[in-house]
C-alpha cells in the first residue's frame, strides 16, 4: 500500500514558475513509477511527467516538455514536479500517481494523490 500526499500547488502569473512535492509512505516506494497528472474543469485527466523507480528515465508529453521537469529523491520517499514558464492552459488541478511501470495512462496507475491546485493567471 502506497499513500501520496501532493503539496506546492496555488496561484501564480503566467511565466512564473512552481514546484510542486509528492510524499509517499511505504517502505516499496523506490519500487514503483511515480508520475504526475493533471485534469482541467470539464477535461480528461492526463498524463504530465513520469519518472522511473531509479530516476534515469523519464517521460513528457510535448505541451510540457522543455518546461517541466520530474525528479525523485528514494531516500525521502518523494517526487518533485518543477514547473517553469507556466501558462494559463497549465491551470488544473495536479495528481501524484504511482505505478508498477513507466506508463502515460490512467488505467496503468495504482495510486493517486488527493491532488493540488495549479492556478495560472494571464
Known amino acids: 500500500q502506497v499513500q501520496l500526499d501532493e503539496s506546492g500547488g496555488g496561484l501564480v502569473q503566467a511565466g512564473g514558475s512552481l514546484r510542486l512535492s509528492c510524499a509517499a509512505s511505504g517502505r516499496t516506494f523506490s519500487r514503483y513509477f511515480m508520475g504526475w497528472f493533471r485534469q482541467a474543469p470539464g477535461k480528461e485527466r492526463e498524463f504530465v511527467s513520469g519518472i522511473n523507480w531509479s530516476g534515469d528515465i523519464t517521460s513528457y508529453p510535448d505541451s510540457v516538455k522543455g518546461r517541466f521537469t520530474i525528479s525523485r529523491d528514494n531516500a525521502k520517499n518523494t517526487v518533485y514536479l518543477q514547473m517553469n514558464s507556466l501558462q494559463p492552459e497549465d491551470t488544473a488541478v495536479y495528481y501524484c500517481?504511482?505505478?508498477?511501470?513507466?506508463?502515460?495512462?490512467?488505467?496503468?496507475?495504482?495510486?493517486w494523490g488527493q491532488g493540488t491546485q495549479v492556478t495560472v493567471s494571464s
Open positions: 500517481a504511482a505505478g508498477p511501470a513507466l506508463t502515460t495512462t490512467t488505467h496503468l496507475i495504482d495510486y
